[in-house]
């Protein structure tokens, strides 16, 4: 890693040690793993490979672990049998070892529920008769024709579905929840404009466009205990449309956003490609830190940390080289955000959170795409 000011170790050490606290858990450090799809888990249940691999970074030091994205109970929730779910007996005994495991080795973790909506195609695993759903049955391309809009049964089923894994979270040992509203996929498909066509009352404005999400994180908020954190992932950006925007002003961030906190989000998951760039015109505060501004809820920034380059070209074959965290520490010393989401530097070292706590920047390896073929 390039350290571009001397006293980085002192300063890393000092400002991502510091616990945080989410509703009722505190976590020990301001260092997650931020989620990352892996296709481990055959038959959806996470095996000892993956119990392990988890485990391993808590122990070295990351305070919240983020799973990677886990199905609800709905059959088109998903498009890989080698995805994990988080529903049947044997997939939540597997995850419950997972949580175990974590714990043992002093972190913190949260699944993170994922519907991925009109990304599916019609004939994938693990429900192959099962059809695409989204708001209006519009990719994020525009294209139509391959899905379903969602009936109020369809809205309902799956507001089910987030609830009922959001209370089998808390039963089996987790310590909270991540619902994924970002990047494309289901609830993020409701919150753009670009894939949410209808008229009724989960379309139109802002307001009307976050219902769905609304009405999810209230149902998974009923759920669980009081003190049970529920956060809420979003991103402006999706798969297959890196410029697309929920919101051009932060007035019309915060019309999205309000809803979401008032029916029960207690934190934030800013999703960006790179963490440092501005949200907004005439502010330096990036996606995270107005999040954190408009909803006075803890957020957590994430997007090429401690690397240079741009990460959806990992899936490509490509690596990446150390970059700084000064500007990172930085801006956690300012409170912009208060946790911080590591990737691919944590992908390729399970040891990158005990290396920056102690100020061995010497030792971190670069980003490597192989890293993507292993759960090491």
């Known amino acids: 890693m390039t350290v571009t000011s001397p006293d980085t170790a002192a300063r890393a050490a000092a400002i991502l040690s510091r616990p945080v606290t989410i509703n009722g858990l505190t976590v020990p ?40 994205g886990t199905y609800v109970g709905h059959e088109s929730a998903g498009l890989s049998d080698r995805v994990p779910r988080f529903h049947g007996e044997e997939q939540l005994a597997g995850w419950a070892k997972v949580a175990e495991a974590v714990h043992a080795a ?46 109020q049964a369809d809205i309902d089923d ?38 949410n066509r209808r008229t009724d009352a989960y379309g139109g404005d802002p307001v009307a466009r976050a219902r769905f999400a609304a009405e999810i994180v209230a149902a998974v908020r009923d759920a669980v205990s009081p003190e049970f954190p529920v956060v809420f992932r979003y991103s402006q ?14 007035q019309e961030l915060e019309a999205i956003l309000a809803p979401l906190a008032e029916a029960g ?25 107005w999040t954190k501004k408009l909803t006075g809820r803890p957020a957590i920034t994430v997007g090429s940390v401690g690397l240079n380059g741009e990460f959806l070209k990992a899936f490509q074959g490509q690596g990446a080289e150390l970059g700084s965290i000064d500007n990172l520490l930085d801006r956690m010393e300012r ?37 993507l073929q292993t759960l090491s």
């Open 237 to 250: 950006w999706k798969q297959d449309a890196y410029d697309a925007r929920l919101a051009e002003t932060p």
């Open 106 to 151: 002093g972190g913190t973790i949260v699944p993170q529920l994922w519907h991925i909506g009109m990304v599916r195609e019609q004939g994938q695993a693990p429900y192959p008769e099962a059809p695409a759903v989204g708001p209006s049955g519009v990719r994020t391309d525009g294209t139509e024709g391959k899905g379903k809009a969602m009936t």
């Open 265 to 289: 989000v207690d934190a934030f998951h800013a999703s960006t490609r790179r963490y440092w760039l501005p949200e907004f015109d005439d502010s330096d505060l990036n996606l995270a830190g």
């Open 158 to 195: 799956v507001v089910g579905a987030f609830a009922r894994a959001a209370a089998d979270a808390e039963r089996i040992g987790f310590d909270g929840v991540e619902l994924h509203g970002a990047h494309g996929y289901l609830i993020d498909q409701f919150l753009w404009s670009g894939t």
């Open 335 to 371: 409170d912009e955000f208060d946790l911080v989401a590591v990737g691919r530097a944590l992908l390729q070292d399970p040891e990158w959170a005990a290396k920056v706590l102690a100020g061995r920047f010497d030792e971190l390896t670069p980003y490597e795409a192989a890293s």
């Open 29 to 68: 450090n301001r260092i997650a793993m931020a989620p990352m799809t892996r296709m481990f888990s055959p038959g959806g249940v996470p095996g000892e490979d993956v119990v392990s691999y988890y485990s391993r970074r808590a122990a070295a030091g990351v305070g919240l672990i983020v799973t990677e």
